[in-house]
């Protein structure tokens, strides 16, 4: 007798993670992802021992690299919450094959977000001077500081993103717990469960709280980055006072977020063979997608430009005359090759539905992303009012060893994830793909037998 297609599906989904073994890439990735995160730790020593000196930053640079990979990873966090959340108010059935590994990367992006900050401090370890609670000495943070608002706004969007994950996992957690062989897993994968025993009620309930978190999605997206974006539009520095930070910000976050996807999304699909599972039409529409924010983010750069003319004041224009032919001018015409002109590519539908061209063009938009921010963050202070502090600064190889660094830290825990749990949402997948065992009666709860734990 043939297999039902939702009986087959659930197989092959939960084998890749019970009975699979890795593979030699695998092994490779997880490898040289680890010596990065060594990497990593050990810069991360560095400054924490000598001090931030170690990362080129001077007066009035000031802020630099830390920051600009804190807005950098926060962009690329925010698609998850995108694709699991507004999607799936919206009831876009097509987010299934990417929405698992979208928000495994959002988690994973929100927590190193979440460390560039501190190793910004020149005192890291009095990093808890930023809650709010009751001490000794009657202090309390000081909530006209930005950093205080990074720490609430990353420390919310690290809960959501966490708690959503979860959640969503639940369902997948327990058929992985029914069919596993080994002990420690079905221990394991039991005890994550939370009894779940793919009840009425308790689908009934999962369903009522994805849609409440999905519904808290986009504020929560909208809030992040903007709050990141007040860092810079509250100061008076030509180049951070604009008003126009807070959307730019949000829509060049998800240009960033959505290219991401699209890498990891490729890089799944090809060392899983889950080529009908993540097909080139989900490809296709991260594309359109990717179209549609370059285009915000475009008409930002505009009026970004706009803003800074039409205010009329001399320092206002020459920041600008600065990004087009001063010392940073290399970045400037770099991101807006890679964030204008090349995805307008994507215009054409064979440049959305090829791989290769898709996988190039998405690292593209992460260079220009990280490029943006680097032009705002240091071309806006490294000439200050006064011509006596005018100086520039580049990288040192503190701050490459944390950006690549961190690529490894994230490129680890999302080959753990993936072998770990299941890199697809198999409930929601069993639920497109149709009845798991016939079809179902007459007022049946409509998830009753598509998320089923038993096959």
């Known amino acids: 007798m043939a297999a039902n297609p939702a009986q087959a599906l659930t197989a092959r989904l939960s084998a890749d993670v019970l009975e699979r073994r890795p593979s030699p890439l695998w092994w490779l990735t997880l490898v040289l992802a680890g010596v ?12 924490f021992g000598w001090g931030p000196g170690w990362m080129g930053m001077n007066i009035p640079v000031a802020w630099a690299f830390p920051i600009v990979n804190t807005i950098w990873w926060i962009g690329i966090a925010h698609a998850g919450t995108f694709i699991s959340g507004v999607l799936l108010l919206t009831r876009q059935h097509w987010r299934i094959s990417v929405s698992r590994i979208a928000e495994a990367m959002g988690l994973f992006a929100i927590v ?35 950093l205080v608002w990074d720490f609430f706004s990353i420390a919310l969007y690290l809960i959501f993103t966490l708690v959503f994950l979860y959640v969503s996992l639940l369902p997948d957690l327990a058929i992985l717990r029914d069919r596993a062989r080994r002990r420690w897993q079905r221990y394991g994968y039991g005890l994550l469960a939370l009894g779940w025993r793919n009840s009425a009620r308790q ?47 949000v829509v060049g976050a998800l240009y ?43 008409y930002a750069y505009l009026c970004e430009i706009f803003n800074g003319w039409y205010a009329g004041e001399a320092y206002y224009w020459r920041v600008y005359a600065d990004r087009w032919a001063g010392p940073y001018a290399p970045m400037y015409w770099g991101m807006i090759t890679c964030n204008v002109l090349l995805p307008q590519l994507l215009w054409l539908r064979g440049v959305r539905r090829s791989l290769p061209l898709m996988f190039l063009l998405a690292l593209g938009a992460q260079l220009g992303m990280w490029l ?29 060893a944390l950006l690549f660094g961190s690529l490894g830290v994230f490129i680890f825990l999302l080959a753990l994830f993936v072998r770990l749990m299941p890199s697809l949402s198999i409930h929601e997948m069993r639920e497109a793909t149709g009845p798991a065992n016939g079809p179902e009666p007459a007022g049946a709860h409509p998830q009753h037998t598509a998320g089923s734990t038993r096959a």
Do not use: C, K
């Not at 992040?224 to 807070?246: C, E, K, M, Q, R």
């Open 36 to 47: 990065l995160a060594a990497i990593f730790a050990l810069a991360l020593g560095a400054i």
């Open 112 to 146: 190193l977000a979440g460390l560039f900050p501190i190793v910004h401090l020149g005192r890291p370890w009095f990093a808890y001077w930023l809650l709010p609670y009751p001490n000794t000495m009657g202090l309390w943070p000081q909530w006209r500081s930005p």
């Open 203 to 249: 689908w009934q309930r999962y369903q009522q709280t994805m849609l409440l978190l999905s519904a808290l999605a986009a504020p929560i997206v909208v809030a992040a980055t903007g709050v990141i974006s007040l860092d810079l539009s509250v100061s008076i520095v030509p180049g951070y006072h604009f008003t126009i930070f807070p959307p730019y910000f």
């Open 256 to 298: 960033s977020g959505f290219s991401m996807v699209v890498l990891i999304a490729i890089v799944l699909r090809t060392a899983r063979r889950l080529d009908a599972l993540i097909t080139r039409g989900h490809i296709d529409r991260l594309g359109r997608l990717m179209l549609l924010f370059s285009l915000a983010v475009s």
């Open 372 to 400: 943006e921010r680097y032009v705002i963050v240091i071309t806006s202070t490294h000439r200050d009012y006064l011509p006596s502090a005018w100086d520039t600064v580049w990288p040192t190889a503190t701050d490459w």
